[in-house]
Structure formats: structure tokens, C-alpha cells
């Protein structure tokens, strides 16, 4: 069974820092591009970022380039997301994704085939 | 960045009910929009993508059509596990942006 299992996500203060993690398993995980997805409660979903096999292509929204960095390790079928500098705005529900194309680049048309369950990042004092 | 408009952000309608979601984009993104399902405390899931095309395991009743900047999302008689929210999303290119979504919720 494909399956993404989202951990590390909890309560922290604006400014510190969290690092959330994805367990992949059921699938190639190298053969494939990954995403973090964010929904804010009672808002719409937010891509935040994605990257490559590789990690040779890195994207991010606007809001979190230069806080957030996105990165793999494909001998743990793992994908992380480091969260800097977080702020009241960065409170939502984060989840990982797969990308459709088997060929692990980003290529316009693809979708997000497979999502996790999520976590919750909360940013309060 | 490609900029998503959809509408309407919240929809009444009944069991029964034909229902259309609209998606425009900012600019040309040819046929590369996914629609997506998602409820309270579910992963989200993939109902179409490329416009059109029908996700494996998804019901009939959802059809996706258009391409360019107009798309829509249309289900054919309303069930009451198909209440829900609905986004839309580009794939053409980075940053992958989403619609504010749309509450489908029952009247």
C-alpha cells in the first residue's frame, strides 16, 4: 500500500523553529518529485514547496523562502521540511505529497497522486 | 505567479443536485489543472487531473472540463459523501498554487 506518514509538527513559539518529516512507503521513492501542502484552518489548501529526486530543484512559495528549506534523503524514504523564523501565519495543517510523474522532475500536467494524513504546526507564544 | 480565481468560495445544494465549480487562471496553463476533494480531518484527494481526466476509483459523477484560463468542475447528482470542500490547482508551473476552495455544504 502507497502511504505518507507525517511527524514532527506541534506548539512553538514565533520565531523558533520546527522540522517536519515524511515516511514514504509502498512505492519508488526515488523515482519520484515530493510536495508539502499547508491548509490553514478554515482556508483553502497553500503549496508550499516541492522538490525534485535529486533535490537538484528546490520550489517555494514566496512566504517561505529564505525561513523554510525543503530537503530528502532517499535511503530512508524520508522527505523533511525545516521550518525557520515561523510566525502566526505559518499555523496550519502541513501535508506531504506525491507527485504523479515517474521520472521525479517537476512536468507541467503532473498532479498530486498521494497525500498524508497530516500535522498540525501551531505558532503561539 | 499564476493566480487561481474560483468560485463560489461556498455552495448550498441538495442530495440529487448538478453542481459546477469554476476555476480561471491568471494566465494560458493549457489543460494542466487538478481538482482535488477534501473534508475535516481526511487527507486531501485527487479527483481530476490534466482538466479532464478522470482519477482512478472516482466516481462518474465528477467531470472536469476546459483549458487555457476557464475550467470547471461538475458533479452530476450530488451524494451525501460528496459534501465537502473542492480546490483547484495548477500544475503548469512552480509556485503549484491552489483556489481558495469551495464549501460544498448541504441545504
Known amino acids: 500500500e502507497v502511504q505518507l506518514v507525517e511527524s514532527g509538527g506541534g506548539v512553538v513559539q514565533p520565531g523558533r523553529s520546527l522540522r517536519l518529516s515524511c515516511a514514504a512507503s509502498?512505492?519508488?521513492?526515488?523515482?519520484?518529485?515530493m510536495h508539502w501542502v499547508r491548509q490553514v484552518p478554515g482556508k483553502g489548501l497553500e503549496w508550499v514547496s516541492g522538490?525534485?529526486?535529486?533535490?537538484?530543484?528546490?520550489e517555494y512559495v514566496d512566504s517561505v523562502k529564505g525561513r523554510f528549506t525543503i530537503s530528502r534523503d532517499n535511503t530512508k524514504n524520508s522527505l523533511y521540511l525545516q521550518m525557520n523564523s515561523l510566525t502566526a501565519e505559518d499555523t496550519a495543517f502541513y501535508y506531504c505529497?506525491?507527485?504523479?510523474?515517474?521520472?521525479?522532475?517537476?512536468?507541467?500536467?503532473?498532479?498530486?497522486?498521494?497525500w498524508g494524513k497530516g500535522t498540525t504546526v501551531t505558532v503561539a507564544s | 505567479d499564476i493566480q487561481m480565481t474560483q468560485s463560489p468560495s461556498s455552495l448550498s445544494a441538495s442530495v440529487g443536485d448538478r453542481v459546477i465549480i469554476t476555476c480561471r487562471t491568471s494566465?494560458?496553463?493549457?489543460?494542466?489543472l487538478n481538482w482535488y476533494q477534501h473534508k475535516p480531518g481526511h487527507a486531501p484527494e485527487l479527483l481530476i487531473y490534466?482538466?479532464?481526466t478522470l482519477q482512478s476509483g472516482v466516481p462518474s459523477r465528477f467531470s472536469g472540463s476546459g483549458s487555457g484560463t476557464d475550467f470547471t468542475l461538475t458533479i452530476s447528482s450530488l451524494q451525501p459523501e460528496d459534501f465537502a470542500t473542492y480546490s483547484c490547482?495548477?500544475?503548469?508551473?512552480?509556485?503549484?498554487?491552489f483556489g481558495r476552495g469551495t464549501k460544498l455544504e448541504i441545504k
Open positions: 505529497a506525491k507527485n504523479s510523474h515517474p521520472e521525479g522532475a517537476f512536468w507541467p500536467g503532473d498532479y498530486m497522486d498521494v
Open positions: 509502498g512505492f519508488t521513492f526515488d523515482d519520484y518529485a
Open positions: 522538490i525534485t529526486w535529486n533535490s537538484d530543484r528546490l
Open positions: 494566465q494560458n496553463i493549457n489543460k494542466c
Open positions: 490534466s482538466a479532464s
Open positions: 490547482q495548477q500544475s503548469y508551473t512552480a509556485p503549484f498554487t
